[in-house]
Nanobody, 125 residues
Framework: QVQLVESGGGSVQAGGSLRLSCEAS????????FGWFRQSPEKEREGVAA????????HYADSVKGRFTISQDVAKNTLYLQMNSLKPEDTAMYYC??????????????????WGQGTQVTVSS
């Protein structure tokens, strides 16, 4: 099983940018998809972005399209989420996730079987 550790969260004003990182250790190569999810106290965990491991195939939630970019450095086993034009509604705990399944719904939390501990993102108006 893969271990996932997120970093890069913090506090930023609306319109600002942050880049989240997720370092994968263990059997990262056995995962077909990696994704970013977020959860705020009043909402369920939702898919933000996902990428097919080793391919330039990405998926985004409508709420972040054009603002967020998911990418990965396969050699470093690291996943990234570049977040631009941040809004107060982007405030949440952000989680990195990995899936060992091949045919999945990439933005569905039920598709993933490994999770990081999360990193907090706070956007003030």
């Amino acid at each position: 099983q893969v271990q996932l550790v997120e970093s890069g969260g913090g506090s930023v004003q609306a319109g600002g940018s942050l880049r989240l990182s997720c370092e994968a250790s263990g059997r990262a190569y056995r995962n077909y998809y990696f994704g970013w999810f977020r959860q705020s106290p009043e909402k369920e965990r939702e898919g933000v972005a996902a990428i097919k491991h080793g391919f330039a195939i990405t998926h985004y939630a409508d709420s972040v399209k054009g603002r967020f970019t998911i990418s990965q450095d396969v050699a470093k086993n690291t996943l990234y989420l570049q977040m631009n034009s941040l809004k107060p509604e982007d405030t949440a705990m952000y989680y990195c996730a990995a899936s060992t399944s091949y045919n999945i719904s990439p933005l569905s939390r039920d598709s993933y079987n490994s999770w990081g501990q999360g990193t907090q993102v706070t956007v003030s108006s």
